[in-house]
């Protein structure tokens, strides 16, 4: 059973960076596409970023672009999510997700399993 692990989140003033990091262990992990995902209370699930499982930048959502970016380290089992310039709508729990085919992308649907969460709050 694959299990992810967010880590990284926290209280941030606007402007400022958080680097999220999601390890995944109990399956191979280098054949997964990986999403990073965000959700406010009162409001849908919504996508953030999307790498493949060969490093290919898959979605940025529009919102985030040019300020945040999303990696991965196969030989750690782990993806990234580098946030900069940060701001107060940005505050959300942050959730990574792993997709087993490795053919997905954006869509919440498409993702197999997910993580626990990570809270981000960003004071203006």
């Known amino acids: 059973q694959e299990q992810l692990v967010e880590s990284g989140g926290g209280l941030v003033q606007a402007g400022g960076s958080l680097r999220l990091s999601c390890v995944a262990s109990?399956?191979?992990?280098?054949?997964?596409?990986m999403g990073w995902f965000r959700q406010t209370p009162g409001k849908e699930r919504e996508s953030v970023a999307a790498?493949?499982?060969?490093?290919?930048?898959?979605y940025y959502a529009d919102a985030v672009k040019g300020r945040f970016f999303i990696s991965r380290d196969d030989a750690k089992n782990t993806v990234y999510l580098q946030m900069n310039s940060l701001k107060p709508e940005d505050t959300a729990i942050y959730y990574c997700?792993?997709?087993?085919?490795?053919?997905?992308?954006?869509?919440?649907?498409?993702?197999?399993?997910w993580g626990q969460g990570t809270q981000v709050t960003v004071s203006s």
């Open positions: 997700a792993a997709d087993h085919d490795g053919m997905g992308g954006r869509e919440e649907g498409e993702y197999d399993n």
């Open positions: 790498i493949g499982w060969t490093g290919n930048i898959i």
């Open positions: 109990g399956r191979t992990f280098r054949s997964d596409n």
